[in-house]
């Protein structure tokens, strides 16, 4: 157990309305990772923090965006969601003290857009 | 741009039998991962690799890393039944800031009994 829970866990969602992943970790870790899982892609990184209010994006960030507000809690927003969003989103976290640390990650959000 | 090559991406084989799971990078990197995943399950950490001619076995596993040839090998002795599983390759792009991780599409491995 990694300590990070992701919610909610499945949703089905239309095409063009927000929609918000949560990540909640419980030990105070400063990297947090957002990912998404597709099949024959492997797993793409979309954005990431190195603290409160410090965030980047990843490889694929376009239609996401991001906030971090707590150190606990990373927030994945899609503000318009497309069926090409439609896949398994990953939390992960870093706990260690270097970001280039072992990456532990949470159980998936399976998102469905229609 | 950091490149992630696995193969084979799909491999059936039969208990007891060897074989060795390849990842290539294209680019250089302070260390490569390796993670399992069961089918509708999260990643698994399985082994990190820090330094060229790094070697790691846990069971009948075993990975290897040669960061000249920005090779790493996952070598599966004796295989049974509940190592089936997808395999990830991963590695992090030194470019500074929190760094990502760059995966491999993975390598979906049968053994059959």
């Known amino acids: ?114 | 741009e950091l490149k992630v090559e696995q193969n084979p991406l799909f491999l059936s084989m039969q208990e007891g039998k060897n074989y060795t799971i390849y990842c290539n990078y294209s680019t250089t990197s302070d260390r490569l991962y390796w993670y399992r995943q069961d089918p509708g399950k999260s990643l698994e950490s399985l082994f990190v690799l820090l330094s060229n001619g790094a070697v790691k076995q846990e069971g009948r596993l075993m990975a290897s890393l040669d960061t000249k040839a920005r090779l790493s090998t996952l070598h599966i002795t004796a295989a049974v039944h509940d190592l089936s599983a997808t395999y990830f390759c991963a590695v992090v792009y030194s470019g500074g800031g929190a760094d990502g991780l760059t995966f491999g599409k993975g390598t979906h491995l049968i053994i059959q009994p």
């Open chain 1, 1 to 114: 157990d990694a300590g990070i829970t992701q919610s909610p866990r499945h949703k089905v969602t239309e095409t063009g309305t927000p929609v918000t992943l949560r990540c909640h970790q419980t030990e105070n870790h400063r990297y947090m990772y957002w990912y998404r899982q597709d099949p024959g892609h492997g797993l793409r990184l979309i954005h990431y923090s190195y603290g409160v209010k410090d965030t980047d994006k990843g490889e694929v960030s376009d239609g996401y965006s991001v906030s971090r507000s707590k150190t606990e809690d990373f927030l994945l927003t899609l503000e318009s969601a497309t069926s090409s969003q439609t896949s398994v989103y990953f939390c992960a976290i870093s706990k260690g003290l270097e970001s280039t640390d072992t990456q532990y990650f949470g159980p998936g959000t399976r998102l469905t857009v229609l």
